[in-house]
């Protein structure tokens, strides 16, 4: 779905809707803004309950002031007036006080972008505003320099995070990604020390995240292939609503051929993927007019490399990363159900985009489904893309369960008895 088609006051709402829902601010909490072709500004109301907001909740500011509306605009709607004011290029602004971004606020910290490439380049540099009251100009006038030095994040001493961006899509996929890397560095903080990637390593990345291919018209469209596009639109979905990746992240992809393959597109919204949405590949050629993920290339070489695998997940579910932004083994060996599902877990030291493909594809095995990759995702592989989010969600479970228990004492695992009795009775090699 393109949002950017909708209504100003219809997207306000559906986005406010979805930052609720995910518990991502209060029912009080959180304001937003869309600057339109007229120089209008439409704007979430104050004191209105954030869950049950509609369409004929918004409200207008008229570039002479003028405010039309059945409610008050929020408090705060000046820094987002000044915001517009020093930076013409955005055309939206998010406010909000999710509790990881609150946790560094109320510290006076910013959260490290560098500790994935997709978050930086999604992130960028963040800035951070000096407290003044909520609602104040002396508010307004400390963000407003904060985006006038061209950061387009800013951070709020004991208050929040402001987002600006070309559209309110692109600024809610920049503030799940900001939410994200603040709680992942929370968690990882647990485990031990938290390792970023230098810049140098993030340029590299930068030049190598799209891969050169060919096109190729897609002229027949098969039952299997069909029902293989639904079937990634669905279960995306299903891993944004259980919390598996956010709204711009994660590459999904099914085998429908030797040497042809769906997956899902790039940096198309999670939520909302329609089967058409979906990229063919096929012979190593993309289907004419469409941008696959920047994974494309693993994947390939995954199917070309194993038959027996018909279904690939590449994400960064929050728990698992923080395992790939420290030196902590991701250990399966904590209950039965993790050790079956799990296996073994290797972990490439690069960035997946800076390994060569054949390389990740040789690391799995039947033992091996699982592979992660330091500062970049963790790869699931399966038969079935339900096997794949089954393993998917046992192994976030599994380490979440791991960072919960640093606070309860030492670990103890499963030992080589009760390992090769699990190995037996559910004949596992």
């Known amino acids: 779905m393109d949002m950017n ?6 997207q306000l709402a559906i986005i406010m809707k979805r930052i609720y829902t995910q518990r991502l601010t209060t029912t009080s909490g959180g304001n937003l803004s869309i600057r339109d072709e007229n120089g209008d500004v439409w704007m979430t109301p104050g004191t209105i309950d954030k869950g049950n907001l509609t369409r004929d909740d918004m409200v207008c500011i008229k570039p002479d002031g003028t405010v039309i509306g059945r409610h008050k605009p929020s408090s705060e709607y000046p820094f987002h007036l000044k915001i517009y004011e020093v930076r013409k290029d955005l ?15 109320i510290v006076r910290k910013v959260p490290n972008t560098g500790l994935t490439p997709q978050a930086y380049f999604e992130c960028g540099q963040v800035g951070m505003a000096k407290y003044a009251m909520t609602g104040s100009s002396e508010l307004g006038e400390r963000i407003a320099e904060v985006f006038a030095d061209q950061y387009d994040v800013a951070m709020l001493e004991n208050h929040g995070v402001v987002v600006g961006a070309k559209c309110l899509w692109e600024a809610f996929g920049i503030f799940e990604t900001m939410e994200f890397l603040s709680r992942l560095e929370i968690n990882a903080g647990i485990l031990g020390e938290v390792k970023g990637l230098h810049t140098d390593l993030l340029e590299r ?12 018209v897609c002229e027949v469209h098969t039952s299997a292939e069909k029902a293989a596009r639904k079937n990634l639109c669905d279960f995306a979905a299903r891993a944004y609503r259980q919390g598996l990746i956010n709204c711009v992240q994660g590459s999904f992809s099914e085998r429908v051929g030797e040497h042809s393959f769906v997956i899902t597109p790039h940096h198309n919204d999670r939520l909302y993927l329609a089967p058409e949405d979906i990229v063919m590949i096929e012979k190593g050629k993309k ?18 490399k194993h ?17 790939a932004v420290t030196d902590t083994p991701l250990d399966s060996k904590t209950i039965p159900e993790s050790y079956i599902m799990m296996r073994d877990i290797p972990k490439l030291p690069d960035p997946i985009s800076l390994t060569k493909p054949e390389t990740v594809a040789e690391m799995f095995n039947e033992s091996t489904p699982i592979v992660l990759a330091a500062n970049d995702s963790v790869i699931v592989t399966g038969e079935s893309m339900l ?3 089954d393993r998917l969600e046992v192994t976030e479970y599994s380490a979440m369960s791991i960072v919960m228990s640093r606070s309860q004492g030492e670990i103890v695992p499963i030992d080589e008895k009760g390992l090769e009795e699990i190995r037996k009775g559910f004949h596992l090699k």
Do not use: D, W
Not at 307 to 321: A, F, G, K, S
């Open 5 to 10: 088609m909708l209504h100003p006051a219809e």
């Open 91 to 105: 055309k939206a602004v998010l406010h909000a006080h999710p509790t990881g971004l609150v946790a560094f606020s």
């Open 205 to 216: 990345y930068k030049k190598a995240q799209f891969p050169e291919m060919g096109e190729f």
């Open 287 to 304: 289907e004419k007019g469409k941008t696959p993920g920047r994974m494309v290339e693993v994947h390939r070489a995954i199917y070309e």
């Open 307 to 323: 038959p027996e695998i018909n279904n690939i997940v590449i994400c960064q579910p929050m728990n698992t990363m923080a395992f």
């Open 387 to 389: 096997k794949v989010f």
